[in-house]
């Protein structure tokens, strides 16, 4: 049986959401992959990147509440996330979609 990825520490329910649109289905599939893959994945697509989402989902992998990345690991982990952010490309899809959601074109999941 497989847990949803809001079982980890730190993420709810929209994390299940964001993580099954770019094929991240369970715990299990986020914790084979690392934070660093799973993230790029969230970017590629179409989510805006936010730091501190990184950085939850890492303390979250590791079992420890999110606002216990401080001083030199979060310095680290900033540099992680940078390199990640340069080396990633949004799919053009990915950014029409994005547009055309924000113009409320889309029609909302409920």
Not at 4 to 13: E, F, Y
Not at 22 to 32: P, T
Not at 35 to 52: N, S, V
Request: with cysteine; aromatic share 6%; charged share 30%.
């Amino acid at each position: 049986m497989t847990r949803p990825v809001s079982s980890i520490r730190n993420l709810g329910p929209a994390s299940d959401k964001a993580f099954a649109k770019v094929g991240i289905n369970s715990a299990e599939d986020l914790e084979a992959l690392g934070t660093d893959a799973a993230y790029t994945k969230l970017l590629e697509g179409g989510a805006r990147p936010h730091f501190i989402m990184y950085y939850v989902i890492e303390m979250g992998l590791q079992g420890r509440p999110w606002n216990d990345c401080k001083g030199k690991e979060k310095e680290a982990l900033r540099k992680r996330f940078d390199a990640i952010k340069a080396r990633t490309t949004v799919s053009p899809a990915s950014a029409i979609e994005k547009e055309l959601d924000a113009l409320g074109v889309i029609p909302s999941e409920k």
